[in-house]
């Protein structure tokens, strides 16, 4: 008997041992997936700039398969760990934002923001309307879970859109070439050089609907809490969660943008080593602009948006501006590889074993149906778009990371007894969405573009 208990307790380091070997394993090679997806990252994104695929696509499919595979991984699950999806989401669509602020070459105004209200102010609404409605009446969803749902997958996202965004800055025009616009674009780039309307239209909307889904992500938490007599709750989420939010949220980008263009843009940018801390910055200025307006109670996505616009009207050259926005694009491709491998291993682990035909339908009709019919709707009349034009703004409502989020925020931060199944919904529609906008951006957006180049030769 002693000598049992003897050889038992000898035992008992190499057991521990041997369950550290076994977590250490799973471990590096979960360190070889990522690595494998930011070596792809790093070596065949350029080539998929003519082929009628995307790597997000590679990234969902790589995550989905190591983890599918019998190697020891535990695929990540978003159900189990609310707080990291929530936070690591967060990040990559806050420095996406600012990237699409970066991006952009015209200052809002109504007129030549037209495209943009319109896809804000008519298209998000219908479409959230479209989804709340089928998640009630189809999936059979309880009300304050539908909203949910559709304020999850109503915002178009800005890292996944980048085929059919527009590029990066253009680099500088000298003084004698610049022409300034009357139309309240930035004079650093001549006529020919700045954004045509179709690219500013989804690059605008993916910059903006990240931000004005916020308020129905409160709004769904409030019916589920406050059940659907509003008299006890409505005043208070229009005044505080709709005005007060977003007003707090423009002024803080506009206000923290400006201070940070007198730091950022004073930096010198001549050898390598000065455009990397400028580059550097811009991770800075993402933090900075996003947690103190959060600190006020404002919407920090919409700040990081307006403060990145801020930046790219106000600054000095634009060597700085490159610096920045390159910084930020390397940024937004480490974390999206990141996440979408993510993705694919909680599918790969059963994210999708709550998914009825009816869910799965919901977001196909919205890939399909709702979106590009509600698109339609808001762009019927605009004379900035072409028909074609109006009917590839209407279909690339790309859904990705920031519907991660919004879904991730609010079932950590309620709950919903429909859970499951809201994440079954909405990890398809993504993985949907993924596929069929990666698949046919670079075809579609090739063809538009030669068509509009014949019909300027003609």
């Not at 949907?432 to 068509?451: E, K, M, Q, T, Y």
Request: aromatic content about 8%; some cysteine; charged content about 15%.
């Amino acid at each position: 008997m002693t000598t049992n208990c003897v050889n038992h307790t000898e035992l008992e380091p190499l057991i521990e041992l041997s369950k550290t070997l076994i977590l250490l394993e799973a471990y590096d090679l979960t360190l070889v997936v990522v690595g494998l997806g930011v070596l792809g990252l790093a070596a065949l994104l350029h080539r998929f700039e003519n082929l009628p695929f995307s790597f997000p696509i590679l990234a969902l499919a790589l995550g989905y398969i190591a983890f599918a595979l019998p190697l020891g991984l535990t695929p990540p699950d978003p159900r189990q760990h609310g707080s990291i999806a929530v936070h690591l989401t967060e990040i990559g669509v806050i420095i996406s934002l600012f990237g699409v602020g970066l991006k952009i070459d015209r200052l809002p105004n109504l007129r030549t923001w037209s495209s943009t209200w319109r896809m804000l102010g008519i298209c998000m609404p219908l479409t959230m309307v479209g989804v709340a409605l089928l998640g009630w009446w189809m999936v059979g969803l309880a009300p304050a879970a539908a909203v949910l749902l559709a304020a999850a997958l109503a915002p178009t996202d800005p890292v996944l859109a980048s085929d059919v965004q527009v590029g990066e800055p253009e680099p500088e025009v000298p003084d004698d070439e610049r022409v300034a616009s009357d139309e309240g674009r930035s004079p650093n780039r001549a006529p020919a050089e700045r954004e045509d309307e179709l690219r500013f239209t989804l690059t605008s909307e993916a910059g903006l609907n990240d931000s004005l889904a916020f308020p129905f992500t409160y709004l769904s938490l409030f019916m589920l809490t406050g059940g659907l007599s509003a008299s006890d709750w409505f005043t208070q989420w229009l005044l505080i969660d709709v005005f007060y939010r977003v007003f707090a949220g423009v002024t803080a980008g506009v206000a923290v943008g400006w201070v940070l263009t007198h730091v950022l843009l004073r930096l010198p940018v001549k050898s390598e080593q000065e455009k990397m801390n400028v580059g550097v910055g811009a991770l800075a200025a993402t933090l900075l602009l996003y947690s103190l307006t959060e600190c006020v109670g404002g919407y920090g996505f919409l700040a990081v948006f307006i403060g990145g616009l801020t930046i790219r009207h106000r600054e000095p050259t634009q060597q700085s501006h490159q610096s920045l926005h390159i910084f930020a694009e390397q940024a937004e491709q480490l974390l999206m590889t990141g996440i979408l491998i993510a993705l694919g291993g909680a599918i790969a682990g059963g994210l999708f074993a709550s998914l009825t035909w009816e869910a799965a339908l919901l977001g196909v009709l919205l890939i399909f149906v709702v979106r590009p019919g509600a698109g339609m709707v808001a762009l019927a009349g605009e004379k900035r778009l072409s028909g074609l034009d109006r009917c590839i703004a209407s279909f690339f409502g790309i859904r990705g990371i920031g519907c991660l989020y919004y879904l991730a925020y609010g079932v950590h931060e309620g709950e919903f007894r429909d859970e499951n199944l809201l994440w079954a919904a909405c990890a398809f529609t993504i993985a949907l969405s993924v596929v069929v906008h990666g698949v046919s951006a670079s075809p579609v957006i090739r063809f538009r573009d030669r068509r509009a180049r014949t019909a300027g030769e003609g």
